[in-house]
């Protein structure tokens, strides 16, 4: 009963920029949204979070739309070592709650 | 960089074994997770742990217990391994403020 929906899979040509879509249109107003990444089967990596704005750090930009019911994971120059599963889920800072992942994005890059 | 431990990162085992999969932290979290993982498939949870002398079942039901002595340590034991039991395990821990951090994975095989 993940909370976010994702495409299955996704391309991108190496060096472009990467844009995974996640929809979490059931989004509480104090829920968060994180991205993850898993290469191979190593654990996964976390990438960024945003709660309303914009965010951008050295791997990835964020892009929350105004009633935050989606967003939009930016990678802005894909190389072959981003290809992995991503996942976008939702929760809370603070507060208990179990973390579910769902199936995630098999993103691609290709040479 | 990694603050969260796993031990051991595989392990083979014979059916009807008791095996102890080991996780601990560094972080002083108050959260723990437990996440089971088939190879190309998604992460489901298992066990959760809010803090110390909580633990919590997960979306998957699991022959597995967990238990939570101390803050810093997590470990999952099955009393009599089975071949379905073979999976990957990745255990994982956040804070109030903090994302997810992940071990590196036990990757069990039952025979």
């Known amino acids: 009963d993940a909370k976010t929906t994702q495409p299955t899979s996704m391309d991108c040509a190496e060096g472009r920029a990467a844009n995974l879509p996640c929809n979490h249109s059931t989004i509480s107003g104090n829920e968060y949204v994180y991205w993850y990444r898993q290469i191979h089967s190593q654990g996964p990596q976390y990438i960024i979070h945003?709660?309303?704005n914009n965010e951008t750090n050295e791997m990835a930009s964020l892009i929350i739309t105004e009633d935050r019911k989606s967003s939009t994971l930016i990678l802005p120059h894909a190389t072959l070592r981003d290809t992995a599963v991503y996942y976008c889920i939702v929760r809370p800072h603070f507060g208990n709650e179990k973390l579910t992942f769902g199936t995630g994005t098999r993103l691609t890059i290709i040479p | 960089e990694a603050d969260i431990y796993q031990t051991p990162r595989y392990l083979v085992i014979g059916t009807g074994k008791k095996i102890t999969l080991e996780c601990s932290q560094t972080?002083?979290?108050?959260?723990m997770y437990w996440y089971q993982q088939d190879p190309g498939m998604e992460l489901h949870l298992i066990h959760y742990?809010?803090?110390?002398?909580?633990?919590e079942k997960g979306d998957l039901s699991s022959e597995s217990t967990v238990s939570r002595i101390r803050t810093e340590h997590f470990p999952l034991t099955l009393e009599s391994a089975r071949p379905s039991h073979t999976s990957q395990y990745l255990c994982?821990?956040?804070?109030?403020?903090?994302?997810?951090?992940f071990g590196n994975g036990t990757r069990l095989t039952v025979t």
């Open positions: 742990s809010y803090g110390v002398n909580s633990t």
């Open positions: 945003g709660l309303k």
């Open positions: 994982a821990s956040s804070g109030n403020l903090t994302p997810l951090h």
């Open positions: 972080m002083g979290h108050d959260k």
